[in-house]
Protein backbone atom coordinates (compact mmCIF):
# COMPACT_ATOMS: atom_id res chain seq x y z
CA UNK A 1 0.00 0.00 0.00
CA UNK A 2 1.18 3.35 -1.41
CA UNK A 3 0.30 6.73 1.14
CA UNK A 4 0.65 10.44 -0.39
CA UNK A 5 1.44 13.10 2.51
CA UNK A 6 -0.03 15.89 1.82
CA UNK A 7 0.93 18.69 3.99
CA UNK A 8 1.38 22.80 4.05
CA UNK A 9 -1.63 24.75 3.27
CA UNK A 10 -2.54 28.35 3.74
CA UNK A 11 -2.30 28.59 7.40
CA UNK A 12 -1.48 30.25 10.18
CA UNK A 13 -0.45 26.41 10.91
CA UNK A 14 1.50 25.72 7.94
CA UNK A 15 4.89 25.63 10.06
CA UNK A 16 3.14 22.89 12.19
CA UNK A 17 1.68 21.08 9.26
CA UNK A 18 5.18 20.34 7.76
CA UNK A 19 6.78 19.42 11.05
CA UNK A 20 3.72 16.55 11.22
CA UNK A 21 5.21 15.29 7.72
CA UNK A 22 8.31 15.28 8.94
CA UNK A 23 7.47 13.15 11.89
CA UNK A 24 5.66 10.70 10.38
CA UNK A 25 8.10 10.05 7.61
CA UNK A 26 9.61 8.55 10.51
CA UNK A 27 7.00 6.84 12.00
CA UNK A 28 5.07 5.30 9.19
CA UNK A 29 6.30 2.34 7.74
CA UNK A 30 4.08 2.15 4.42
CA UNK A 31 5.91 3.50 1.22
CA UNK A 32 5.44 6.71 0.90
CA UNK A 33 5.03 9.95 -1.59
CA UNK A 34 5.17 13.77 -0.53
CA UNK A 35 3.02 16.28 -2.10
CA UNK A 36 3.32 19.48 -0.30
CA UNK A 37 0.53 22.27 -0.92
CA UNK A 38 2.51 25.97 -0.16
CA UNK A 39 1.29 29.17 0.90
CA UNK A 40 -0.22 29.95 -2.79
CA UNK A 41 -1.50 26.87 -2.96
CA UNK A 42 0.49 25.47 -5.47
CA UNK A 43 1.00 21.62 -5.15
CA UNK A 44 4.86 19.95 -5.47
CA UNK A 45 6.04 16.67 -5.42
CA UNK A 46 8.96 15.90 -2.79
CA UNK A 47 11.34 13.46 -2.55
CA UNK A 48 11.89 11.85 0.48
CA UNK A 49 15.60 13.00 0.63
CA UNK A 50 14.67 16.51 0.51
CA UNK A 51 12.06 16.21 3.69
CA UNK A 52 13.82 18.59 6.14
CA UNK A 53 12.31 21.83 7.29
CA UNK A 54 15.02 24.10 5.36
CA UNK A 55 14.40 22.98 1.87
CA UNK A 56 10.43 24.46 2.95
CA UNK A 57 11.69 27.52 4.63
CA UNK A 58 14.32 28.20 1.86
CA UNK A 59 11.40 28.31 -1.10
CA UNK A 60 14.13 25.07 -2.44
CA UNK A 61 10.53 23.19 -3.02
CA UNK A 62 9.92 25.39 -5.51
CA UNK A 63 12.62 23.47 -7.98
CA UNK A 64 10.43 20.12 -7.25
CA UNK A 65 7.88 19.00 -9.56
CA UNK A 66 5.18 21.19 -9.50
CA UNK A 67 1.78 18.76 -9.12
CA UNK A 68 -1.63 19.48 -10.80
CA UNK A 69 -5.18 17.93 -10.08
CA UNK A 70 -7.42 15.27 -12.04
CA UNK A 71 -10.43 13.07 -11.61
CA UNK A 72 -8.65 10.41 -9.25
CA UNK A 73 -5.31 11.86 -8.37
CA UNK A 74 -2.79 14.05 -9.05
CA UNK A 75 -0.21 14.67 -12.37
CA UNK A 76 2.80 16.28 -13.30
CA UNK A 77 3.61 17.15 -16.83
CA UNK A 78 6.36 15.97 -18.41
CA UNK A 79 8.78 18.08 -21.33
CA UNK A 80 6.74 16.68 -23.95
CA UNK A 81 3.35 18.13 -23.04
CA UNK A 82 2.27 14.36 -21.60
CA UNK A 83 0.65 14.12 -17.96
CA UNK A 84 2.02 11.43 -16.17
CA UNK A 85 0.08 10.37 -12.66
CA UNK A 86 1.39 10.55 -9.23
CA UNK A 87 0.63 6.92 -8.16
CA UNK A 88 -0.74 6.19 -4.62
CA UNK A 89 -3.61 4.45 -2.98
CA UNK A 90 -4.42 6.93 -0.11
CA UNK A 91 -3.94 10.89 0.85
CA UNK A 92 -2.91 11.10 4.68
CA UNK A 93 -4.48 14.67 5.25
CA UNK A 94 -1.85 16.70 7.88
CA UNK A 95 -2.88 19.59 6.33
CA UNK A 96 -3.81 21.33 9.80
CA UNK A 97 -5.79 24.49 10.47
CA UNK A 98 -7.08 26.40 7.82
CA UNK A 99 -7.60 24.28 4.22
CA UNK A 100 -6.85 20.88 5.85
CA UNK A 101 -9.46 21.53 8.64
CA UNK A 102 -12.03 24.10 7.42
CA UNK A 103 -13.21 21.70 4.94
CA UNK A 104 -11.37 23.18 1.79
CA UNK A 105 -9.18 19.94 1.03
CA UNK A 106 -12.12 17.86 2.00
CA UNK A 107 -14.24 19.18 -0.68
CA UNK A 108 -11.43 19.13 -3.33
CA UNK A 109 -10.54 15.33 -2.31
CA UNK A 110 -13.99 14.23 -2.93
CA UNK A 111 -14.55 16.18 -5.39
CA UNK A 112 -11.56 14.48 -7.83
CA UNK A 113 -12.96 11.14 -6.14
CA UNK A 114 -9.54 10.81 -4.06
CA UNK A 115 -9.22 8.27 -1.23
CA UNK A 116 -8.24 9.92 2.32
CA UNK A 117 -7.97 9.49 5.75
CA UNK A 118 -8.87 12.40 7.53
CA UNK A 119 -11.84 14.92 8.15
CA UNK A 120 -15.05 14.75 5.61
CA UNK A 121 -16.47 18.52 5.01
CA UNK A 122 -19.47 18.43 7.74
CA UNK A 123 -16.91 17.48 10.55
CA UNK A 124 -14.42 19.75 9.38
CA UNK A 125 -17.02 22.42 9.69
CA UNK A 126 -18.90 21.84 13.05
CA UNK A 127 -14.82 21.26 14.39
CA UNK A 128 -13.20 24.41 12.98
CA UNK A 129 -15.15 26.97 14.03
CA UNK A 130 -14.95 26.78 18.29
CA UNK A 131 -18.72 28.71 18.31
CA UNK A 132 -20.01 26.10 16.07
CA UNK A 133 -18.45 23.32 18.08
CA UNK A 134 -20.03 24.50 21.17
CA UNK A 135 -23.56 24.20 19.45
CA UNK A 136 -22.65 20.60 18.00
CA UNK A 137 -21.83 19.26 21.85
CA UNK A 138 -24.89 20.98 23.04
CA UNK A 139 -27.13 19.77 20.63
CA UNK A 140 -25.41 16.04 21.63
CA UNK A 141 -25.90 17.04 25.37
CA UNK A 142 -22.22 16.79 25.68
CA UNK A 143 -21.19 19.13 28.46
CA UNK A 144 -19.20 22.42 27.66
CA UNK A 145 -17.79 25.59 29.59
CA UNK A 146 -19.97 28.57 29.49
CA UNK A 147 -19.04 31.15 26.97
CA UNK A 148 -19.27 33.97 24.97
CA UNK A 149 -18.63 35.48 21.29
CA UNK A 150 -16.71 38.37 20.78
CA UNK A 151 -17.18 40.24 17.42
CA UNK A 152 -17.79 43.55 15.46
CA UNK A 153 -17.37 46.40 17.75
CA UNK A 154 -18.12 44.52 21.08
CA UNK A 155 -15.36 45.11 23.84
CA UNK A 156 -16.88 43.87 27.09
CA UNK A 157 -18.19 41.04 28.83
CA UNK A 158 -21.84 40.40 29.23
CA UNK A 159 -22.26 37.84 31.06
CA UNK A 160 -18.91 36.37 32.18
CA UNK A 161 -17.03 36.95 35.13
CA UNK A 162 -12.99 37.89 34.92
CA UNK A 163 -10.74 35.27 34.57
CA UNK A 164 -11.28 34.19 31.21
CA UNK A 165 -9.47 32.45 28.38
CA UNK A 166 -9.78 34.44 24.66
CA UNK A 167 -9.77 32.05 21.58
CA UNK A 168 -9.93 33.08 18.13
CA UNK A 169 -12.91 31.22 16.92
CA UNK A 170 -11.22 29.24 13.91
CA UNK A 171 -7.40 29.07 14.50
CA UNK A 172 -6.13 25.87 16.75
CA UNK A 173 -2.21 25.14 18.28
CA UNK A 174 -3.11 28.07 21.31
CA UNK A 175 -2.00 30.78 18.41
CA UNK A 176 -3.73 33.95 20.03
CA UNK A 177 -4.45 32.75 23.26
CA UNK A 178 -4.57 34.80 26.27
CA UNK A 179 -5.99 34.39 29.70
CA UNK A 180 -7.47 37.49 31.16
CA UNK A 181 -7.78 38.77 34.61
CA UNK A 182 -9.11 42.11 34.25
CA UNK A 183 -10.64 44.56 32.08
CA UNK A 184 -7.35 46.73 31.67
CA UNK A 185 -6.20 43.33 30.01
CA UNK A 186 -9.24 43.00 27.84
CA UNK A 187 -8.27 44.83 25.46
CA UNK A 188 -5.06 44.51 24.34
CA UNK A 189 -5.90 40.71 24.75
CA UNK A 190 -9.04 41.49 22.19
CA UNK A 191 -6.69 42.93 19.89
CA UNK A 192 -4.39 40.21 20.34
CA UNK A 193 -6.73 37.34 19.37
CA UNK A 194 -8.47 40.20 16.39
CA UNK A 195 -5.41 40.02 14.54
CA UNK A 196 -5.81 36.08 13.49
CA UNK A 197 -9.98 36.13 13.22
CA UNK A 198 -12.90 38.52 13.58
CA UNK A 199 -14.89 36.10 15.73
CA UNK A 200 -13.48 35.33 18.81
CA UNK A 201 -14.20 33.05 21.68
CA UNK A 202 -14.55 33.35 25.90
CA UNK A 203 -14.85 31.14 28.43
CA UNK A 204 -14.05 31.20 32.28
CA UNK A 205 -10.65 30.32 32.74
CA UNK A 206 -10.96 27.60 35.72
CA UNK A 207 -7.62 27.63 38.10
CA UNK A 208 -5.61 24.20 38.00
CA UNK A 209 -8.31 22.60 36.20
CA UNK A 210 -7.84 19.09 34.71
CA UNK A 211 -7.29 18.71 31.21
CA UNK A 212 -7.36 15.34 29.20
CA UNK A 213 -6.38 13.79 25.66
CA UNK A 214 -7.91 11.27 24.03
CA UNK A 215 -7.80 10.53 20.28
CA UNK A 216 -9.31 7.27 18.00
CA UNK A 217 -11.50 6.27 15.14
CA UNK A 218 -14.18 4.14 13.83
CA UNK A 219 -12.82 0.62 12.92
CA UNK A 220 -14.72 -1.87 11.21
CA UNK A 221 -14.80 -3.77 14.38
CA UNK A 222 -16.14 -0.50 16.58
CA UNK A 223 -14.33 1.77 17.99
CA UNK A 224 -10.63 2.44 18.50
CA UNK A 225 -9.08 4.57 21.09
CA UNK A 226 -5.72 5.64 22.22
CA UNK A 227 -4.33 5.62 25.70
CA UNK A 228 -5.88 9.31 27.56
CA UNK A 229 -3.34 11.47 28.04
CA UNK A 230 -2.72 14.52 30.56
CA UNK A 231 -0.53 16.79 28.82
CA UNK A 232 2.14 18.48 30.43
CA UNK A 233 1.47 22.00 30.71
CA UNK A 234 1.89 25.09 33.02
CA UNK A 235 -0.81 27.90 33.01
CA UNK A 236 -1.81 27.32 29.40
CA UNK A 237 -0.58 24.92 27.01
CA UNK A 238 0.73 27.50 24.71
CA UNK A 239 2.11 27.25 20.78
CA UNK A 240 5.86 26.33 21.60
CA UNK A 241 4.79 23.90 23.81
CA UNK A 242 2.58 22.29 21.46
CA UNK A 243 4.97 22.72 18.48
CA UNK A 244 7.48 20.68 20.26
CA UNK A 245 4.65 18.00 21.72
CA UNK A 246 3.79 17.68 17.60
CA UNK A 247 7.67 16.76 16.77
CA UNK A 248 7.95 14.20 19.33
CA UNK A 249 8.74 10.82 18.52
CA UNK A 250 8.44 8.67 21.89
CA UNK A 251 4.89 7.63 23.31
CA UNK A 252 3.16 9.46 25.63
CA UNK A 253 2.39 8.51 29.50
CA UNK A 254 -1.41 7.08 30.23
CA UNK A 255 -3.14 9.32 32.84
CA UNK A 256 -4.09 7.86 36.02
CA UNK A 257 -7.96 8.08 36.10
CA UNK A 258 -10.57 5.73 37.24
CA UNK A 259 -12.25 3.12 35.01
CA UNK A 260 -15.71 4.98 36.02
CA UNK A 261 -13.90 8.16 34.63
CA UNK A 262 -12.15 6.44 31.56
CA UNK A 263 -15.77 5.41 30.47
CA UNK A 264 -16.99 8.46 30.65
CA UNK A 265 -14.54 9.75 28.66
CA UNK A 266 -15.00 7.60 26.01
CA UNK A 267 -18.73 7.45 26.14
CA UNK A 268 -18.69 11.19 25.40
CA UNK A 269 -15.62 10.87 22.39
CA UNK A 270 -18.19 8.23 20.93
CA UNK A 271 -21.19 10.82 20.76
CA UNK A 272 -19.17 13.20 19.10
CA UNK A 273 -17.06 11.14 16.61
CA UNK A 274 -20.52 9.34 14.80
CA UNK A 275 -21.35 9.94 11.84
CA UNK A 276 -19.63 13.17 10.74
CA UNK A 277 -15.76 12.42 11.33
CA UNK A 278 -16.07 8.69 10.07
CA UNK A 279 -12.61 8.28 7.94
CA UNK A 280 -11.03 10.48 10.21
CA UNK A 281 -8.26 9.69 13.32
CA UNK A 282 -9.48 12.30 15.69
CA UNK A 283 -8.36 14.17 18.93
CA UNK A 284 -10.75 15.11 21.56
CA UNK A 285 -9.90 17.37 24.48
CA UNK A 286 -11.55 17.35 27.91
CA UNK A 287 -11.87 19.20 30.81
CA UNK A 288 -12.72 16.99 34.03
CA UNK A 289 -14.34 19.54 36.56
CA UNK A 290 -16.17 17.65 40.28
CA UNK A 291 -15.94 14.45 38.07
CA UNK A 292 -17.60 15.72 35.20
CA UNK A 293 -16.55 15.40 31.70
CA UNK A 294 -16.24 18.80 29.64
CA UNK A 295 -15.55 18.95 26.06
CA UNK A 296 -12.86 21.82 25.36
CA UNK A 297 -11.97 21.43 21.54
CA UNK A 298 -12.81 18.76 18.74
CA UNK A 299 -9.21 18.29 16.81
CA UNK A 300 -10.06 16.57 13.44
CA UNK A 301 -6.22 16.82 12.39
CA UNK A 302 -4.30 16.73 15.57
CA UNK A 303 -0.74 17.38 15.30
CA UNK A 304 1.19 14.25 14.02
CA UNK A 305 -2.14 12.99 13.79
CA UNK A 306 -1.53 12.44 17.69
CA UNK A 307 0.61 8.88 16.91
CA UNK A 308 2.21 9.20 20.03
CA UNK A 309 -0.44 8.03 22.17
CA UNK A 310 -0.75 4.72 20.19
CA UNK A 311 1.45 1.89 20.98
CA UNK A 312 1.27 0.66 17.15
CA UNK A 313 0.54 3.65 14.80
CA UNK A 314 1.10 1.81 11.45
CA UNK A 315 -1.39 -0.96 12.49
CA UNK A 316 -4.19 1.97 13.36
CA UNK A 317 -3.60 3.67 10.03
CA UNK A 318 -4.02 0.20 8.31
CA UNK A 319 -7.13 -0.59 10.26
CA UNK A 320 -8.67 3.32 9.90
CA UNK A 321 -8.10 2.93 6.15
CA UNK A 322 -9.79 -0.29 5.84
CA UNK A 323 -13.53 1.36 7.26
CA UNK A 324 -13.31 4.38 5.17
CA UNK A 325 -16.20 5.90 4.07
CA UNK A 326 -17.53 5.15 0.52
CA UNK A 327 -18.93 8.07 -1.76
CA UNK A 328 -22.58 7.59 -2.84
CA UNK A 329 -21.95 7.26 -7.19
CA UNK A 330 -24.93 9.44 -8.94
CA UNK A 331 -25.58 8.38 -12.29
CA UNK A 332 -26.37 11.58 -14.74
CA UNK A 333 -28.66 10.20 -17.12
CA UNK A 334 -30.14 13.04 -19.02
CA UNK A 335 -33.53 11.11 -18.85
CA UNK A 336 -35.55 14.52 -17.95
CA UNK A 337 -33.98 16.97 -20.17
CA UNK A 338 -34.67 13.92 -22.78
CA UNK A 339 -38.06 13.72 -21.99
CA UNK A 340 -38.62 18.04 -22.96
CA UNK A 341 -37.15 17.25 -25.55
CA UNK A 342 -39.46 14.47 -27.08
CA UNK A 343 -42.38 16.24 -25.73
CA UNK A 344 -41.81 19.34 -27.26
CA UNK A 345 -41.20 17.32 -30.60
CA UNK A 346 -44.36 15.71 -30.17
CA UNK A 347 -45.88 19.02 -29.66
CA UNK A 348 -44.85 20.64 -32.99
CA UNK A 349 -46.46 17.60 -34.60
CA UNK A 350 -49.63 18.31 -33.41
Sequence with gaps: MKIALLFGGESYEHEISIVSAITLKK????????????????????????????HFSSKEYEKNRKLYLTNGGFFHKTLFGKFDDIKFDYILNL???????????AGMLDFYNIKYVGPRLEGSILSFNKVLTKSFAKDLSVKVLEYEV????KRDLEKLNFPIILKPA????????????????????????????????????????????????????????????????????DFEKKYLDF???EGAIEANLSKDLVKKIREVFDKIYS??????L???????HEDEVILNEINPNPGSLAHYLFKDFNFEIENLISNLPINRKISVSY???????KAKGKARQG
Aim: aromatic share 14%; net charge negative; hydrophobic share 40%.
Design 170 to 237: RLGSSIGVSIVRGKKELDFALDKAYEFDNVVLAEPFIEGIKEYNLAGYRAKDGMRYSIIEAPLKGELL
Design 95 to 105: IHGADGEDGKI
Design 27 to 54: VLNFELEFIFCDGDRNFYQIPEKSMKAT
Design 282 to 288: IRCDFFI
Design 247 to 249: SRS
Design 335 to 341: EYINSIK
Design 275 to 280: PYFEGA
Design 150 to 153: FHGN
